[in-house]
């Protein structure tokens, strides 16, 4: 045989068993955590959003001063 074919054909095996032992060790993590909803990270959650110091003058639209919906009446 062709030295190429054989250099393919130890490629192929090597690249199958390395195929299996990855696909088994992923298996054996998988089934040891089935909370889905872990990320892992750890520590207290927080879901309160930040409190960002905004420069003088701007506000933020949902602290908009309420405009009326009736118009002040206009003297001639």
């Not at 095996?13 to 955590?33: C, E, H, P």
């Not at 990270?41 to 309160?48: C, H, P, S, V, Y």
């Amino acid at each position: 045989m062709n030295s190429l074919v054989i250099d393919l054909f130890l490629c192929g095996v090597a690249y199958v068993i390395l195929i299996y032992f990855v696909a088994t060790m992923t298996k054996n993590s998988l089934r040891k955590g089935n909370n889905r909803n872990d990320d892992g990270d750890g520590g207290i959650e927080n879901f309160t959003p930040p409190k960002i110091d905004l420069p003088p003058g701007v506000i933020w639209p949902s602290d908009a001063p309420k405009k009326s919906k009736t118009p002040d009446p206009v003297e001639f």
